[in-house]
């Protein structure tokens, strides 16, 4: 079974109902990258300040279209960006293509996005204050969303777990060299696969290990260290 | 005709020099840019034969690679990824009915019957042999249209550098599959995104929320290998079910007499028109192959037969595709303007090396260009040459589990994005561009047209506000110099003939026919 959270919350709703849901929030998605580019760019206004207080955006200098400022560029963009994508989100309720309903079948949906992205940012944040380095929050984050997802958002599997293993790699290389990040990123990874069998992906991990170690360490000269840095005695360097 | 074969002449001498290298401590004297043109087909054929790897990411994996190279034999390899990869795609297509590499998708229609009815062998010489004629063709047509465009492009001037700019995006609009406005969003979101970091008139640090990795921009091959890397491997996992591997025995590789006739017009006629829209921006060898399998099923007697095993629905797109391959080099190499994905990479690689592109590499740098468009002719003799007796060697790697093959990928990706600038940092920005990516899939956003905004986004602003400085703020500017205002005409008809509502419903019947 596919588990699938649809994204459209007026499902059923009278005359505003959302006929093509993927018109719909690819229209929220430019509007909203669109405004956010505007809004740095430009800055808040004024008469806003006493109100964000420390929140306030001071944004770029505008300029002349003679002499054009940083900002100038990126506010028509953003402006144009956010108007089309106003167009789309409002086709979301008039197209439908051909009277057949379109869906939109995402694995997660607009809470479980939040989650997983505030996971990350939480312990980005605050992770110094448990003793986290940056490479131990990072890991730990994307531990807790890849558990997450295996507990509650099954056919979620292969998104998260990917890029949890992308992450897993990136900020384990230092510390556990590209023997411990390399275990990390291929058994991570497999798991968010359709089967998982330990001594296939063991020796895919051994053999890729050996390889990578072969052409990136010795043939390319990457500067990777190769052994976790808790190990003294590396047999390579 | 005497000075292109004096300058074919120059770049074959490049291509087979003598060098003294150093590989692992052993100093040798080798053919050096030969054996890297050899490399870059095999690997080509290789990522093209499997089905999950593309062109794309495989160059993006590789740029941080060719740091160490000296810049022809870096660019030599990375062209033969390309065209070898539209080679190996077509085994893939015929053999297994899934399209190695997406220039493909259309050689399984025909392809893979031709396997079923047991004429495997066939299908396969068939598009050896249509590519092998198709990039000849497309090494001359390079050579020849390539230094007078570049002749007339060492009179552009800001403007008319903007306006072209916006006619490669319009027309990367145009061409994209699914709805154009998605399309132009997409492009108006990959602008702004290659916007972040610091603004090289003032200096102010731009988008960057204090990350001072944000400084110089966001790197485009991380950009590419979220956005179709990790996303491509994302989307393959759900999709459940088992690929199963044409278990038929190849054999009678040579095609018939009869064949023969079919074919040859077909060849011709996709090479012709895969060097057409190789050259156009936002071309290359996906548009060709579809517009050349369109071509041939209205034109062709046997249209009858498209579907169920036509020879020339392999032929013709086979022959495009690879043709188209070729001349989208055109536009990088004279106007230093990638007209693609994989032409913006190659961008990245001359600027890694230090050669910024554009009309003056010619002129300034012979032996790199025509060292490279005579690396094209040799790669293609080589492909065809190795291609067909290594066939049986393909099929056994198309037997590979794709369980097997993403992890090894997901960790060449995460290598080559950490080396380039030894930060966890850009694998952070994969996966964050892997998550968009995704999304952009499922909402049926394309994600081409983004990267080539992407690219442009700097350069267009640059020239921007150049043209607006001469014509002291003037916007008029871009209508009164004949060239920039040709470019702006041909825009404007392009977007407005795609809005005429009998051409808007053509277009979106040829895109849902090529996607079943």
New interface residues.
């Given amino acids: 079974m596919l588990h699938s959270a649809r994204l459209d919350p007026e499902e059923g709703g009278g005359a505003m109902t959302i006929r093509n849901p ?2 719909f ?2 229209g929220v ?2 509007v909203a ?2 405004l956010a ?1 505007v809004l ?2 430009a800055g808040t206004p004024a008469f806003l300040d006493p109100v964000l207080g420390a929140l306030k955006v001071p944004g ?2 505008i300029g ?7 900002a100038y ?2 506010i028509v ?2 402006g ?2 956010a108007t ?2 106003a ?2 989100l409002a ?1 979301g309720f008039v197209s439908g293509r051909s009277g057949e309903e379109v869906r ?4 997660f949906n607009l809470l479980d996005l939040v989650i997983g992205l505030g996971t990350f940012a939480l312990l980005l944040a605050y992770g110094d204050r448990v003793g986290l380095s940056l ?1 131990g929050a ?1 890991l730990a984050a994307a531990v807790v969303v890849s558990l997450l997802a295996v507990r509650w958002r099954p ?1 979620a599997k ?2 998260v777990l ?2 949890a ?3 897993a ?3 384990t ?2 510390p556990l060299g590209l023997v411990g990040a ?1 275990l990390l ?2 058994f991570i ?2 798991l ?4 998982f069998k330990w001594r ?2 063991a020796i ?1 991990f051994v053999v ?1 290990v050996v390889f ?1 170690v072969l052409v ?1 360490v ?3 000269t ?3 260290p190769v052994c976790p840095g808790f190990i003294d005695n590396c047999p390579i360097r | 005709m005497e000075g292109i074969l004096g300058n074919l002449g120059i770049g074959f001498v490049e291509v087979f020099k003598l060098q003294a290298v150093t590989i ?1 401590g052993v100093s040798m004297t080798l053919p050096f840019n030969i054996l890297m043109c050899l490399i870059g087909v095999m690997l080509g054929t290789l990522i093209g034969v499997l089905p999950g790897v593309g062109p794309v990411a495989t160059i993006a994996m590789l740029l ?2 060719t740091f ?1 190279l000296n810049p022809i034999a870096a660019l030599i390899m990375l062209a033969g990824i390309y065209y070898g990869a539209q080679y190996g795609g077509s085994t893939s297509a015929i053999l297994v009915n899934l399209p190695g590499e997406s220039a493909s998708v259309v050689t399984c229609l025909d392809g893979y019957q031709m396997a079923r009815r047991g004429r495997a062998g066939p299908a396969l010489a068939t598009a050896a042999i249509g590519s092998f004629v198709a990039g000849c063709v497309a090494t001359l047509v390079v050579a020849l249209f390539a230094p007078p465009l570049a002749e007339v492009a060492l009179k552009f001037g800001p403007s008319e550098y903007f306006s072209l700019m916006v006619l490669g995006l319009v027309a990367a609009t145009v061409l994209a599959h699914g ?1 154009l ?2 399309a ?2 997409m492009v ?2 990959g ?2 995104l290659g ?1 972040i970091g610091t ?1 090289v ?2 200096g ?1 640090l ?2 960057a929320f204090g990350v001072s990795e944000l400084a110089d921009g966001i790197g485009f091959t991380t950009v590419a290998m979220g956005m179709f890397g ?1 996303a491509e ?2 989307a393959n ?2 999709q ?1 079910g088992e690929r199963e591997v044409f278990t038929g025995k190849v054999t009678h590789l040579m095609p018939t007499r009869e064949d023969f006739k079919r074919i040859w017009a077909p060849i011709l006629r996709g090479t012709a028109l895969g060097s057409m829209l190789g050259i156009l921006p936002g071309g290359g060898a996906l548009l060709s192959s579809f517009g050349a399998y369109t071509l041939e099923k209205k034109i062709s007697k046997n249209s009858h037969e498209f579907g169920k095993g036509a020879i020339e629905g392999v032929a013709a797109p086979e022959s495009a595709n690879n043709a188209g391959a070729q001349t989208s080099f055109i536009p990088l190499l004279t106007l230093g303007i990638p007209g693609n994905a994989v032409m913006a990479l190659m961008l990245g690689a001359m600027m890694i090396q230090g050669i910024a592109p554009g009309p003056q590499v010619m002129t300034e740098r012979p032996q790199l260009f025509w060292g490279m468009i005579a690396s094209m002719w040799v790669g293609n003799l080589m492909l065809v040459v190795l291609n067909l007796p290594l066939i049986g060697m393909w099929i056994k790697l198309l037997t590979v589990p ?3 093959l ?3 990928i ?2 060449f ?3 080559g ?3 380039l600038s ?1 930060n ?1 940092f ?3 920005l ?2 964050l561009f ?2 968009l990516g ?2 952009c899939v ?4 394309e994600p081409a047209p983004m990267i080539l905004g992407f690219i442009l986004g700097p350069l ?2 640059e020239n ?2 150049r043209a ?2 001469l014509s ?2 003037d ?1 008029l500017v871009f209508f009164q110099k004949p060239i920039s205002a040709g470019f702006l005409v041909v825009s404007i008809i392009l977007l407005v003939i795609v809005m005429l509502p009998n051409i808007r419903k053509k277009r979106e019947e040829v895109f849902v026919e090529e996607a079943t």
């Fill in positions: 993927r018109d929030w690819a998605m430019f990258f669109g580019f740095i760019a770029y200098q002349s279209a003679v002499r054009m400022g940083p560029f990126p963009l953003g144009l960006l089309l994508g167009v789309i086709r939109l079948t995402l694995p490479d990072m056919s292969p998104l990917i890029l293993g992308c992450l790699f990136g900020y290389l230092k390399s990123l291929i990874s497999a968010g696969g359709h089967e296939e992906v895919l890729l990578s990136f010795k043939g390319l990457l500067p990777f | 692992a941080p690679v160490n709805s406005v998605k132009i969003a108006l979101f602008l702004l916007l603004d008139n003032s102010v731009r988008f990790l491997i994302i996992l759900e459940k794709y369980r097997i993403y992890p090894s997901l960790l990706m995460c290598v994005v950490y080396s030894n966890p850009d694998v952070l994969m996966a892997g998550l995704y999304i499922k909402l049926e956003c267009m602003e921007l506000r607006m400085l002291r703020g916007p």
